[in-house]
T-cell receptor, first 112, second 113 residues
Framework: SQQGEEDPQALSIQEGENATMNCSYKTSINNLQWYRQNSGRGLVHLILIRSNEREKHSGRLRVTLDTSKKSSSLLITASRAADTASYFCATDAGGTASKLTFGTGTRLQVTL | DAGVTQSPTHLIKTRGQQVTLRCSPISGHKSVSWYQQVLGQGPQFIFQYYEKEERGRGNFPDRFSARQFPNYSSELNVNALLLGDSALYLC????????????FGSGTRLTVV
Protein backbone atom coordinates (compact mmCIF):
# COMPACT_ATOMS: atom_id res chain seq x y z
CA SER A 1 0.00 0.00 0.00
CA GLN A 2 1.10 3.57 -0.59
CA GLN A 3 2.24 5.62 2.39
CA GLY A 4 0.41 8.72 1.34
CA GLU A 5 -0.46 11.19 -1.29
CA GLU A 6 1.47 13.62 -3.39
CA ASP A 7 -0.04 16.83 -4.53
CA PRO A 8 -0.52 17.84 -7.24
CA GLN A 9 -0.70 14.66 -9.33
CA ALA A 10 0.45 16.65 -12.34
CA LEU A 11 2.10 20.03 -12.73
CA SER A 12 2.88 21.96 -15.90
CA ILE A 13 5.09 25.02 -15.77
CA GLN A 14 7.32 27.06 -18.05
CA GLU A 15 11.08 26.97 -17.98
CA GLY A 16 12.46 29.35 -15.38
CA GLU A 17 9.49 29.05 -13.05
CA ASN A 18 9.59 27.33 -9.68
CA ALA A 19 7.86 24.01 -9.08
CA THR A 20 6.51 22.94 -5.71
CA MET A 21 5.35 19.42 -4.89
CA ASN A 22 3.83 18.30 -1.63
CA CYS A 23 3.84 14.93 0.08
CA SER A 24 1.80 13.71 3.00
CA TYR A 25 2.42 10.51 4.91
CA LYS A 26 0.67 8.54 7.61
CA THR A 27 3.11 7.04 10.09
CA SER A 28 6.19 8.11 12.06
CA ILE A 29 9.35 8.21 10.02
CA ASN A 30 13.12 8.01 10.40
CA ASN A 31 13.74 9.94 7.21
CA LEU A 32 12.02 11.07 4.03
CA GLN A 33 13.59 10.90 0.60
CA TRP A 34 12.73 12.39 -2.78
CA TYR A 35 13.38 10.57 -6.04
CA ARG A 36 13.01 11.48 -9.71
CA GLN A 37 11.94 9.02 -12.39
CA ASN A 38 12.26 9.64 -16.11
CA SER A 39 9.98 7.81 -18.53
CA GLY A 40 9.17 4.92 -16.19
CA ARG A 41 12.76 3.83 -15.76
CA GLY A 42 15.04 3.82 -12.73
CA LEU A 43 14.68 6.20 -9.81
CA VAL A 44 17.31 8.82 -9.09
CA HIS A 45 17.88 9.80 -5.48
CA LEU A 46 17.60 13.56 -5.06
CA ILE A 47 17.70 14.38 -1.37
CA LEU A 48 17.18 12.84 2.07
CA ILE A 49 15.88 14.71 5.10
CA ARG A 50 15.91 13.17 8.56
CA SER A 51 13.06 13.40 11.02
CA ASN A 52 14.96 15.88 13.22
CA GLU A 53 15.62 18.24 10.31
CA ARG A 54 13.20 20.88 9.08
CA GLU A 55 14.80 22.09 5.86
CA LYS A 56 17.50 20.97 3.50
CA HIS A 57 19.01 22.37 0.30
CA SER A 58 20.84 20.76 -2.59
CA GLY A 59 21.56 22.90 -5.62
CA ARG A 60 18.21 24.06 -7.02
CA LEU A 61 16.31 21.79 -4.64
CA ARG A 62 14.82 22.78 -1.32
CA VAL A 63 13.02 20.25 0.87
CA THR A 64 11.04 20.97 4.00
CA LEU A 65 9.69 18.52 6.53
CA ASP A 66 6.94 19.08 9.09
CA THR A 67 6.65 15.97 11.22
CA SER A 68 3.77 17.41 13.23
CA LYS A 69 1.70 17.64 10.04
CA LYS A 70 3.30 14.53 8.50
CA SER A 71 4.08 16.44 5.36
CA SER A 72 6.99 17.46 3.17
CA SER A 73 7.49 19.71 0.19
CA LEU A 74 10.00 19.75 -2.64
CA LEU A 75 10.78 23.04 -4.35
CA ILE A 76 12.67 23.09 -7.62
CA THR A 77 13.80 26.60 -8.46
CA ALA A 78 14.41 27.96 -11.95
CA SER A 79 13.03 24.83 -13.63
CA ARG A 80 14.55 23.50 -16.84
CA ALA A 81 13.08 21.30 -19.54
CA ALA A 82 15.40 18.53 -18.31
CA ASP A 83 13.51 18.56 -14.97
CA THR A 84 10.51 17.02 -16.74
CA ALA A 85 9.94 13.74 -14.88
CA SER A 86 7.86 12.10 -12.18
CA TYR A 87 8.84 12.93 -8.62
CA PHE A 88 8.21 10.60 -5.69
CA CYS A 89 8.55 11.04 -1.98
CA ALA A 90 9.46 7.95 0.02
CA THR A 91 9.44 7.47 3.76
CA ASP A 92 11.69 5.21 5.79
CA ALA A 93 10.24 4.29 9.17
CA GLY A 94 13.51 2.76 10.35
CA GLY A 95 13.71 -0.57 12.10
CA THR A 96 15.37 -3.79 11.05
CA ALA A 97 14.48 -3.36 7.40
CA SER A 98 15.14 -0.09 5.65
CA LYS A 99 11.95 -0.19 3.67
CA LEU A 100 10.91 2.75 1.55
CA THR A 101 7.20 3.47 1.26
CA PHE A 102 6.52 5.60 -1.78
CA GLY A 103 3.83 8.13 -2.51
CA THR A 104 1.81 8.24 -5.69
CA GLY A 105 4.09 10.71 -7.45
CA THR A 106 3.83 14.09 -9.13
CA ARG A 107 4.30 14.30 -12.87
CA LEU A 108 6.15 17.52 -13.71
CA GLN A 109 6.17 18.93 -17.23
CA VAL A 110 8.48 21.86 -17.92
CA THR A 111 7.90 23.55 -21.25
CA LEU A 112 10.12 25.96 -23.14
CA ASP B 1 32.15 2.66 -10.97
CA ALA B 2 29.24 0.93 -12.64
CA GLY B 3 25.81 1.68 -11.24
CA VAL B 4 23.24 -0.87 -10.19
CA THR B 5 22.77 -3.24 -13.11
CA GLN B 6 19.66 -5.29 -13.73
CA SER B 7 19.00 -8.00 -16.24
CA PRO B 8 17.14 -8.56 -18.40
CA THR B 9 15.77 -5.12 -19.28
CA HIS B 10 12.59 -6.50 -20.81
CA LEU B 11 10.87 -9.84 -20.46
CA ILE B 12 7.65 -11.38 -21.74
CA LYS B 13 6.29 -14.45 -19.97
CA THR B 14 3.11 -16.51 -20.12
CA ARG B 15 0.75 -16.92 -17.18
CA GLY B 16 1.84 -19.77 -14.93
CA GLN B 17 5.50 -19.55 -15.88
CA GLN B 18 8.37 -18.70 -13.57
CA VAL B 19 10.80 -15.82 -13.91
CA THR B 20 14.18 -14.89 -12.41
CA LEU B 21 15.37 -11.31 -12.35
CA ARG B 22 18.96 -10.41 -11.54
CA CYS B 23 20.63 -7.45 -9.88
CA SER B 24 24.25 -6.47 -9.34
CA PRO B 25 24.71 -3.74 -6.74
CA ILE B 26 27.29 -1.00 -6.79
CA SER B 27 30.68 -2.29 -5.68
CA GLY B 28 30.92 -2.04 -1.91
CA HIS B 29 27.16 -1.96 -1.38
CA LYS B 30 26.00 -4.78 0.86
CA SER B 31 22.27 -4.06 0.86
CA VAL B 32 19.93 -4.90 -2.00
CA SER B 33 16.22 -4.19 -2.09
CA TRP B 34 13.56 -5.09 -4.62
CA TYR B 35 10.53 -3.02 -5.57
CA GLN B 36 7.57 -3.58 -7.87
CA GLN B 37 6.15 -0.60 -9.75
CA VAL B 38 2.84 -1.05 -11.51
CA LEU B 39 2.11 1.48 -14.23
CA GLY B 40 0.90 4.78 -12.81
CA GLN B 41 1.79 3.99 -9.20
CA GLY B 42 4.73 4.41 -6.88
CA PRO B 43 7.11 1.51 -6.27
CA GLN B 44 6.14 -1.04 -3.62
CA PHE B 45 8.67 -2.78 -1.39
CA ILE B 46 9.13 -6.52 -1.94
CA PHE B 47 12.35 -7.55 -0.15
CA GLN B 48 15.47 -6.21 1.47
CA TYR B 49 18.67 -8.19 1.91
CA TYR B 50 21.67 -7.03 3.91
CA GLU B 51 24.86 -9.04 4.23
CA LYS B 52 23.06 -11.97 2.59
CA GLU B 53 20.29 -12.10 5.17
CA GLU B 54 16.66 -11.19 4.56
CA ARG B 55 15.94 -8.05 6.55
CA GLY B 56 12.43 -7.36 5.41
CA ARG B 57 9.60 -8.56 3.26
CA GLY B 58 6.69 -6.59 1.88
CA ASN B 59 3.09 -7.62 1.46
CA PHE B 60 3.62 -10.01 -1.43
CA PRO B 61 2.55 -13.66 -1.77
CA ASP B 62 4.92 -16.58 -1.28
CA ARG B 63 5.22 -16.85 -5.05
CA PHE B 64 7.82 -14.11 -4.68
CA SER B 65 11.21 -15.12 -3.31
CA ALA B 66 14.70 -13.71 -3.40
CA ARG B 67 18.22 -14.38 -2.33
CA GLN B 68 21.54 -12.59 -2.07
CA PHE B 69 24.81 -14.20 -3.03
CA PRO B 70 28.26 -13.92 -1.40
CA ASN B 71 29.22 -11.24 -3.93
CA TYR B 72 26.09 -9.29 -2.85
CA SER B 73 24.30 -9.72 -6.17
CA SER B 74 20.70 -10.77 -5.89
CA GLU B 75 17.97 -12.66 -7.69
CA LEU B 76 14.23 -12.18 -7.47
CA ASN B 77 12.10 -15.18 -8.41
CA VAL B 78 8.42 -15.13 -9.15
CA ASN B 79 6.54 -18.42 -9.61
CA ALA B 80 3.15 -19.11 -11.17
CA LEU B 81 3.02 -15.75 -12.89
CA LEU B 82 -0.26 -13.85 -12.98
CA LEU B 83 -1.29 -11.08 -15.34
CA GLY B 84 -1.14 -8.72 -12.35
CA ASP B 85 2.57 -9.38 -11.95
CA SER B 86 3.19 -7.27 -15.04
CA ALA B 87 5.25 -4.36 -13.78
CA LEU B 88 8.62 -2.67 -13.64
CA TYR B 89 10.83 -4.45 -11.11
CA LEU B 90 13.42 -2.21 -9.56
CA CYS B 91 16.52 -3.17 -7.65
CA UNK B 92 18.17 -0.71 -5.27
CA UNK B 93 21.47 -0.94 -3.45
CA UNK B 94 23.01 0.94 -0.57
CA UNK B 95 26.18 0.73 1.43
CA UNK B 96 24.74 0.82 4.89
CA UNK B 97 21.20 -0.46 4.54
CA UNK B 98 19.55 2.66 3.23
CA UNK B 99 20.05 5.27 5.92
CA UNK B 100 21.66 7.58 3.36
CA UNK B 101 19.41 6.77 0.42
CA UNK B 102 19.43 4.18 -2.31
CA UNK B 103 20.81 3.88 -5.82
CA PHE B 104 18.30 2.28 -8.16
CA GLY B 105 18.88 0.29 -11.30
CA SER B 106 16.97 0.95 -14.52
CA GLY B 107 14.63 -1.91 -13.83
CA THR B 108 13.29 -4.98 -15.59
CA ARG B 109 10.01 -4.53 -17.44
CA LEU B 110 8.05 -7.78 -17.03
CA THR B 111 4.99 -8.38 -19.16
CA VAL B 112 2.82 -11.42 -18.42
CA VAL B 113 0.49 -12.48 -21.23
Amino acid sequence: SQQGEEDPQALSIQEGENATMNCSYKTSINNLQWYRQNSGRGLVHLILIRSNEREKHSGRLRVTLDTSKKSSSLLITASRAADTASYFCATDAGGTASKLTFGTGTRLQVTL
Amino acid sequence: DAGVTQSPTHLIKTRGQQVTLRCSPISGHKSVSWYQQVLGQGPQFIFQYYEKEERGRGNFPDRFSARQFPNYSSELNVNALLLGDSALYLCASSRTGGSYGYTFGSGTRLTVV
